[in-house]
């Protein structure tokens, strides 16, 4: 499975982006696909996730109400819709996919793609 991030960029407090991800390989309906994001020393923190088959999504509780996560199926591209965003969203935002159950820990997605910048101006 392969997987490609991209949209990232330099956006003001208050500001929107959308990050994209695409996915090709050999990808199972049943993988969950997820969005996390690392600031320098810190761990990956989940952002939200999406299982591909039904569309479940789930939230980190400081973006709950900001961003979104959807998936198209036909292009194989997963999506997070970051609205209202805040410097301390500031981040490199990674997508990753796998079969894990518990979709807000790291171990559970055995790909990753490259990561892409984001960063809020106050």
């Known amino acids: 499975v392969q997987l490609q991030a991209s949209g990232g960029g330099l956006v003001q407090a208050g500001g929107s982006l959308r990050l994209s991800c695409a996915v090709s390989?050999?990808?199972?309906?049943?993988?969950?696909l997820g969005w996390f994001r690392q600031t320098p020393g810190k761990d990956r923190e989940f952002v939200a996730a999406i299982y591909w088959a039904g569309g479940n999504s789930y939230y980190a509780n400081s973006v709950k109400g900001r961003f979104t996560v959807s998936r198209d199926n036909d292009k194989n591209t997963v999506y997070l819709q970051m609205v209202s965003l805040k410097p301390e969203d500031t981040a490199v935002y990674y997508c990753?996919?796998?079969?894990?159950?518990?979709?807000?820990?790291?171990?559970?997605?055995?790909?990753w793609g490259q990561g892409t910048q984001v960063t809020v101006s106050s």
């Open positions: 390989g050999r990808f199972f309906s049943s993988f969950v």
């Open positions: 990753a996919a796998g079969r894990g159950d518990d979709v807000s820990y790291a171990r559970s997605y055995g790909y």
